[in-house]
């Protein structure tokens, strides 16, 4: 079984380009998360995702993140105009129906952004 | 709110000696703890975690963890490191809803 992937890798940009970042969740797996982790400091909840509904977004940090998960398959995450503070790992996570916070998110392997 | 602290940034021990990771959580609410480790280039894998059943929780790879309420701990262990445990751990916890709250990591150094 596949588990959780994004896409890019990396990316470097300049400030005041538009990035979008995706993310594909394990097959079957209604809720999807988006966290950051900025350089040197703890990881981040942005938003969740259930199925193509926004639950919470209360840790989006301004409006040029927007977040979107058409159908409520893959996800994405667009950050326009990218500025410096936006550097730093973005991770997805997926997880089952169920329990809330009882079960286990499954990360993908997390986009490093780069704004120069 | 949910909140977890975890001390010290950097560990280091020798291959063979205990692994010690700390972690203290604050919570309003009975919490959902999770040990999460991330290897170079990985995503977050889960070691372990705690849903209000037993308070020793065992994991993966020999890692165990006691949740002690009256501590407001979460300490994760493994009595003998191995060069193939050196990582990063994060100590995470969710109050209730679906969103985790993490600590902000300790890097383990296994050194010969």
């Known amino acids: 079984e596949a588990g959780v992937t994004q896409f890019p890798s990396h990316s470097v940009i300049e400030k005041g380009q538009t990035v979008t970042l995706r993310c594909d969740p394990i097959s079957g797996h209604d809720n ?19 199925k193509e509904s926004k639950q ?17 398959t893959y996800s994405t995450l667009k950050v326009q105009p990218a500025e410096l503070e936006d550097s730093g790992v973005y991770f997805c ?5 169920g329990l809330a916070g009882r079960n286990e998110q499954f990360f993908g392997p997390g986009t490093r952004l780069t704004v120069l | 709110a949910q909140s977890v602290t975890q001390l010290g940034s950097h560990v280091s021990v020798s291959e063979g000696a205990l692994v ?29 975690k705690y849903t209000s059943a037993a308070t020793l929780v065992k994991g993966i790879n020999g890692f165990e963890a006691e949740f002690k309420k009256s501590e407001t701990s979460f300490h994760l ?32 150094k296994v050194e010969l």
């Open chain 1, 56 to 72: 919470d977004e209360s840790g989006m940090p301004n409006n040029r993140f927007l977040a979107e998960r058409t159908g409520g």
């Open chain 1, 32 to 50: 999807l998360y988006w966290y950051r982790r900025v350089m040197g400091k703890e990881i981040k909840f942005l938003l969740h995702f259930v």
């Open chain 2, 20 to 48: 010690l990771l700390r972690c203290n959580y604050s919570s309003s609410v009975p919490p959902y703890l999770f040990w999460y480790v991330q290897y170079p280039n990985q995503g977050l894998q889960l070691l372990l």
């Open chain 1, 93 to 97: 996570a997926s997880s089952q129906e």
């Open chain 2, 77 to 108: 262990t493994k009595p003998s490191a191995h060069m193939s445990d050196a990582a990063e751990y994060f100590c995470a916890g969710s109050g209730g809803g679906n969103k985790l709250t993490f600590g902000t990591g300790t890097q383990l």
